[in-house]
DNA sequence: TACTGATCATTC
DNA sequence: GAATGATCAGTA
């Protein structure tokens, strides 16, 4: 698939594989469906990925980077709604004093994201499971400055070398976990008097609670509606 | 059963 | 080695 010019091409092509299968993706692209997703945790997005002639690769840009648009797909639970939480990017272990929101991996890649939300039940085998609507979304204002909130307290936790107390239950919607090969795998770090310490490589994740809102604002416009309502300024 | 910590595959 | 794509699986 050719990576599209605009966003309105993007769209298009998204909505024509609302409702097909993943085997039938990945018969078009002449892909082999895993039995199961164990050894092949990212066949799903890398699937999408080619269906929509996402260009960044590995790469820590937006997938489709002349569009600004970040792709990502969404595992549903039975009840059609988001069931795991969503890795965002790397986050930095070291040179994080100076850092600002504004310039950012995690904004640049939240900042317009295509979620394409695809069934993920474990009984069902993977080439039968079915792509739902995508759905181009920006965060609201409002969302934007609890993301932002996270991220500054995750990297000033870092920035003091507080690496001990990065724990997954913090954030209201973003939130750092493990991201590595292994429990066992390091990355360069520092520890809070500024010595260099190995450290588990993290990642930052949306937590599951977030898409799920996402989501449910779409699928339920009179809920949209009023989202944006309660964000205008009264006056 | 939801959530956190662990893990798998591939690419550059 | 570090980035991407994530889901798995044990436990609270």
């Known amino acids: 698939m050719k990576p599209p010019a605009d966003e309105f091409q993007l ?9 097909r299968s993943l085997g039938d993706l990945a018969q078009r692209a002449g892909i ?3 039995g199961d997703l164990k050894h092949a945790k990212g066949w799903v997005g890398e699937l999408l ?3 929509l002639g996402a260009t960044a690769g590995s790469r820590p840009v937006p997938d489709f980077e002349n569009l600004g648009i970040e792709l990502k797909t969404i595992p549903l639970n039975p009840r059609h709604q988001p069931q795991e939480s969503t890795f965002v990017c790397t986050a930095p ?3 994080t004093a100076g850092l600002q929101w504004e310039n950012s991996t995690v904004k640049a890649k939240l900042n317009r994201v295509l979620w ?3 069934e993920a039940t474990h009984d069902v085998p993977v080439a039968q499971r079915r792509v739902g609507r995508a759905i181009l ?3 609201s204002p409002a969302e934007r400055k609890i993301l932002r909130d996270d991220w500054e307290e995750h990297i000033e936790r870092i920035t003091l070398g507080y690496l001990d107390e990065l724990d997954a239950r913090l954030g209201t919607y973003l939130q750092i976990r493990p991201k590595a090969l292994n429990s066992r795998q390091r990355t360069n770090a520092r520890n809070h008097i500024g010595e260099p310490v190995s450290a588990v490589p993290r990642g930052f994740y949306l937590r599951t609670c977030f898409t799920r809102r996402v989501l449910s604002s779409f699928s339920n416009p009179s809920r949209n509606i009023a989202a944006v309502a309660a964000q205008r300024p009264t006056k």
């Open 32 to 34: 082999t469906v895993p």
């Open 93 to 95: 272990l070291i040179n």
């Open 137 to 139: 979304w920006s965060p």
């Open 116 to 118: 394409v939300p695809v």
């Open 49 to 51: 990925e080619s269906a």
């Open 11 to 19: 769209m298009d092509a998204a909505a024509e594989l609302a409702g």
